[in-house]
């Protein structure tokens, strides 16, 4: 049973607010490779999309469905890239890791504006460069929790 069925048997007449979260709560679950998977998705849909030419008997509607499905799946992926890194920048790191790293804040601040380039572009150099920072953030994530994790790509 969950928490909002419980208090509704408790006390009918209360409304309890959904929420959804990861994370303002102490869970401590903390990882840049979901911003990396998410990149990397971004990337794969910016190239398809560049590679998407009118095959012999495929009819417009059907290219620009598919082109449409990629185009919001690039969206998509970017914005949850964009939000991951969000999360690791206001909730994993503290004032104290700017010692170790003073380009923290602009390094996150161009990783965001770049999630932001790639859904309004279609851009392998920016993917190119959007995976390069998530890298960067990798490394200082890893470094600040003195643990070395390699970088890798899933695709």
């Given at each position: 049973m969950n928490l909002k069925n419980l208090v509704s048997r408790v006390n009918p007449t209360r409304r309890v607010p959904e929420a959804e979260a990861h994370c303002d709560g102490p869970c401590g679950v903390y990882d840049p490779a979901s911003a990396r998977i998410a990149a990397e998705a971004v990337?794969?849909?910016?190239?398809?999309?560049?590679?998407?030419?009118?095959?012999d008997g495929d009819a417009p509607a059907i290219m620009l469905n598919t082109a449409a499905r990629y185009v919001a799946i690039k969206e998509e992926q970017?914005?949850?890239?964009?939000?991951?890194?969000?999360?690791?920048?206001?909730?994993?790191?503290?004032?104290?890791?700017l010692d170790a790293y003073p380009d923290l804040h602009e390094t996150f601040w161009n990783a965001a504006k770049l999630c932001s380039t790639c859904k309004q572009n279609v851009d392998v150099d920016a993917c190119d460069q959007l995976i390069a920072a998530i890298e960067n953030i990798h490394n200082m994530f890893w470094g600040a929790k003195s643990r070395d994790v390699d970088f890798y790509l899933a695709g």
């Open positions: 990337r794969s849909m910016t190239k398809k999309l560049l590679d998407l030419h009118e095959h970017a914005e949850l890239a964009k939000r991951e890194l969000l999360i690791l920048w206001t909730d994993f790191f503290k004032p104290d890791h």
